[in-house]
């Protein structure tokens, strides 16, 4: 899969995208990442990216040029365009899935007071990471990346997330690992009992409980 980024703080990424799971995904070839600073595809003269608004009103507004130029050099029949905002639709795991089997997404960071309404033309969706402002979009790009990354063929073993809180529509169940005890706290006798029915009748039993009281909303209600 490839990944191209708009944004115009691409030093923020270097942490997230160069550890761990993601930087292995990207140095086995699972996922080529690639971020491109949308003010280089600037027509002017200072490189702005932004203006005030038509009507009047506080902050800068992202302007289309920029960001138009960048996509349309970008884009391919096989990529699908999206805008980090908080008037997205909010992302659940199941987009997670959905995004992973693309070949090619763009993702474009908004950042300031806002970008040019004029921009949603470009994209094929919306996404928001949830009910709450972020300084830009970096972040929840971020969240996509990962949360895709790790779905994607060979990245980790298919068992792990199969298991995964949400994946079928459950929160997980609980895992302990050694010592027995500690502080006072016992691993449940059931997962020391070697007896592998009896142990996945009770993390089905355990992830359902877990479910109808952190999350009713969800299907194990
Ligand atoms: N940009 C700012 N806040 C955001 C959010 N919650 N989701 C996606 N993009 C954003």
Redesign the pocket.
Known sequence: MKIDILTLFPEMFAGVFEESIIKRAREEGKVDIELHNFRDYSKDPHKKVDDTPYGGGSGMVLCCQPIFDCVNHLKNEDSTVIL???S?KT?QEQDAKRLSRKKHLILI??HYEGFDERIRYLCDEE???????????E??SMVLVDSITRLLPGVIKEESYQQDSFYEGLLDYPTYTKPREYAGYQVPEVLLSGDHAKIKKWREEMALKKTKEMRPDLKGD
């Not at 996404?127 to 830009?136: A, E, R």
Request: charged share 5%.
């Open positions: 980090l905002t908080p997205g992302y960071c908004g996404i928001s990471i949830g009910d709450y402002v972020l300084t830009g979009g972040i929840p």
